[in-house]
């Protein structure tokens, strides 16, 4: 059964570096999002993406995090620099359709900033 | 903003039991997803109501979705261990077709064997 996966499982990393969290969503899926969750808080949506530009964004996707489809699998969450308050599970999910299908999510990446 | 509200937050049961978790919006519902989380991983898409008085099932799992358009239910019956897990319910705030879900804080089901 295909599913999204995500890279690394876990990242550590130290306060102001930047990360990229990487992400190849199910083939014939067409919209990309990416959600976080702070630990025993409720999962937040940041960011979807479709046809090579961002649809929405949160307020919590401001400047320092961008998104990118560099080829025709992977997805990337970048956070320039890091702060401490970023430390999270960062899931990505991808849909065949917006709004009226269900959001495949994988199995996310935990990203500690010390 | 649409906040979503998930009663109980936590929940202990026999395994054999039934249960019920609830999931009540601040505004009319357009579509509501259930999605299950076990502790550390991605979150595993369980069934997705759009039409008040809907209800589905899927194995031992019925959700419903009130007329109003407020309100699911979760329903478990004749729980097992292998049910344990988190219980999510999301929603697309805007009901226009919205790329993003807002969730709920989530109901934490144990299953004592």
């Known amino acids: 059964e295909p599913e999204v996966t995500q890279t690394p499982s876990h990242q550590v990393t130290q306060m102001g570096q930047e990360v990229i969290l990487r992400c190849v969503p199910i083939s014939n899926h067409l919209y990309f999002y990416w959600y976080r969750q702070i630990l025993g808080q409720k999962v937040e949506f940041l960011v979807s993406f479709y046809n090579n530009e961002i649809s929405e964004k949160s307020e919590i996707f401001d400047d320092q995090f961008s998104v990118e489809r560099p080829d025709g699998s992977n997805f990337t969450l970048k956070i320039r620099s890091t702060k401490l308050e970023d430390s999270a599970m960062y899931f990505c999910a991808s849909s065949v359709l917006a709004g009226v299908g269900e959001q495949f999510f994988g199995p996310g990446t935990r990203l500690t900033v010390l | 903003s649409q906040e979503l509200e998930q009663s109980p937050q936590s929940l202990i049961v026999q395994e054999g039991k039934n249960l019920t978790i609830n999931c009540t919006s601040s505004?009319?519902?357009?579509?509501l997803y259930w999605y299950k989380q076990k502790y550390g991983e991605g979150l595993i898409f369980l069934m997705m109501?759009?039409?008040?008085?809907e209800e589905k099932s899927h194995e031992k799992i019925t959700a419903k979705l009130d007329e109003k358009k407020q309100q699911s239910s979760l329903h478990i019956t004749a729980s097992q261990p292998s049910h344990a897990g988190i219980y999510l319910c999301?929603?697309?705030?805007?009901?226009?077709?919205?790329?993003?879900?807002?969730f709920g804080k989530g109901t934490k089901l144990s299953v004592i064997p």
């Open positions: 505004k009319t519902l357009y579509g």
């Open positions: 109501l759009q039409k008040g008085g």
């Open positions: 999301g929603a697309d705030p805007s009901g226009a077709g919205s790329y993003q879900l807002t």
